[in-house]
Nanobody, 125 residues
């Protein structure tokens, strides 16, 4: 079993930055992919970014590309999401997720096996 614990959310103004962290613990840790998703009220959970754990390859949703950066620290079993230039439309609960294998599209929530508890990010003036 794997546990994912997120931190770093909060209330910020448009244009500000935040960094989310997701620390993993549990069994021997060797994920295939780790990702970030978000869910705004009344909307479906949507893909934000993912990183291939072994090679560090990244991919982003169009809406966050060039503003958000996903990274990982393999020694700390932690994945990060650096969010710059935040906009009100980025307001959502952000979830980190772990995929044990390449079982489906990296941008589909169904592909991921474990989820964090969620971290609220609110962007408002």
């Amino acid at each position: 079993q794997v546990q994912l614990v997120e931190s770093g959310g909060g209330l910020v103004q448009p244009g500000d930055s935040l960094r989310l962290s997701c620390a993993a613990s549990g069994r021997t840790f060797a994920p295939y992919d780790m990702g970030w998703f978000r869910q705004a009220p009344g909307r479906e959970r949507e893909f934000v970014a993912r990183i291939r754990w072994s090679g560090g390859f990244t991919f982003y949703a169009v809406s966050v590309k060039d503003r958000f950066t996903i990274s990982r620290d393999k020694d700390k079993n932690t994945v990060y999401l650096q969010m710059n230039g935040l906009k009100p439309e980025d307001t959502a609960i952000y979830y980190c997720a772990l995929a044990d294998s390449h079982s489906g599209p990296y941008n589909s929530p169904k592909t991921y096996d474990y989820w964090g508890q969620g971290s609220q990010v609110t962007v408002s003036s």
